[in-house]
């Protein structure tokens, strides 16, 4: 027999989208409900083909219809609305339609672990990922992790970077999960706050999160080597909340955000410290490489721009550079 609908609670109620599987989605509600919602009609972005109409993060606007299934009264929300998203990143889709996945919205910071050995974390990984976290608008701390293996050499190697990154104005902090060092630290800056945790694959991810919040289990080492393939169109990003306030968005088998399209001249506004100083170079549209009386060349001569930066943007520059799509 098919469903018939009983009532309809015209009460538009505000929610946040905790997880979302394509034409469903799971929010929750200003009470601390949980409700199965359905997304109404087409809802897509002006700017980007997407495929999916929400994403973990969005704020949306629900009713409620309750519907007699056989005798069970059953309850599910509507999305009628979608608040317009502070910032979102997405994932390109490995085709050739140029669609873009949503991985999730609204989200408040990035936290990027990087080891410096046990693996290396290259000055280029993580300057790629501050200028895509900077073309979202997605303010990012870098945490140090695995400091309790870390001799000298390491300790130097951190000292300077530290120095690189705080005088950009970027955050930086150190942590141990074997120690405990710095948890409650990061502990602290991840409160009531909706976060993203990234960073290579063994830098210690999952195990933070998990002395964060025991018993999460989040999946982010899930994917290995035998089960890489078609996996990743498969997976949807969630989000879960911490006992001491806040939120963490698991977004299983991302390794980088996709970069959105970005012209040449663009990049440098990627780069806050490089756009800074640009300011002073004579060409208005000076591209920082061979032009004269250049500002951002005489910063790095005078040290006040530390080079692996400008080698990073020298590398983003280059046009036949496939990462700066597909990143
Ligand atoms: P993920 O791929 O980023 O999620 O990394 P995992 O959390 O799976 O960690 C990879 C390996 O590094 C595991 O064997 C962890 O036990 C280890 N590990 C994580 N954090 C630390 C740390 O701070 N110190 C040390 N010595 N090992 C760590
Ligand atoms: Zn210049």
């Not at 997304?39 to 606007?61: M, Q, S």
């Not at 998203?85 to 996945?101: E, T, V």
């Not at 409650?184 to 195990?207: A, F, P, R, W, Y």
């Not at 980088?256 to 060409?283: D, R, T």
Request: one cysteine or more; a positive charge; proline letters at 2%.
């Amino acid at each position: 027999m098919a469903k018939k609908y009983i009532f309809v609670n015209k009460n538009l109620k505000k929610a946040r989208v905790i997880k979302s599987t394509g034409s469903w989605a799971t929010v929750k509600n200003d009470d601390n409900q949980i409700v199965d919602c359905k997304i109404k009609g087409n809802f897509r972005l002006k700017e980007i083909k997407n495929t999916n109409p929400v994403a973990v993060g969005d704020l949306v606007e629900y009713d409620t219809i309750e519907h007699n299934d056989n005798g069970t009264i059953n309850s599910i929300g509507l999305i009628h609305k979608i608040e317009k998203r502070k910032n979102y990143i997405i994932r390109k889709s490995q085709n050739l339609s140029k669609q873009a996945h949503i991985i999730a919205a609204n989200i408040d910071q990035a936290f990027l672990i990087i080891t410096i050995n046990f693996p290396l974390t290259t000055t280029t990984f993580i300057d790629r990922f501050l200028v895509s976290a900077e073309a979202y608008s997605i303010p990012v701390t870098l945490v140090f992790n695995k400091i309790d293996r870390f001799d000298k050499k390491h300790i130097d190697k951190l000292k300077l970077l530290t120095k690189t990154y705080e005088n950009i104005g970027y955050k930086c902090l150190q942590t141990s999960a074997k120690t405990g060092e710095g948890i409650d630290t990061l502990k602290t800056e991840m409160t009531d706050k909706i976060n993203v945790v990234s960073g290579h694959s063994g830098v210690g991810k999952s195990t933070l999160i998990n002395i964060l919040q025991p018993g999460l289990n989040l999946k982010t080492n899930e994917i290995s080597e035998s089960h890489k393939t078609g996996k990743h169109s498969t997976t949807f990003a969630e989000m879960f909340e911490f006992d001491f306030g806040g939120y963490i968005i698991d977004t299983p088998g991302i390794k980088a955000y996709g970069m959105l399209e970005m012209e040449a001249w663009e990049i440098s506004h990627y780069f806050p410290e490089i756009f800074k100083v640009s300011k002073n170079c004579q060409f208005q549209n000076c591209s920082h490489t061979h032009e004269p009386e250049c500002a951002v060349k005489t910063a790095i001569k005078n040290g006040e721009i530390a080079e692996s930066r400008y080698i990073s943007y020298l590398g983003l520059l280059e046009k036949d550079d496939k990462h700066r799509a597909a990143f």
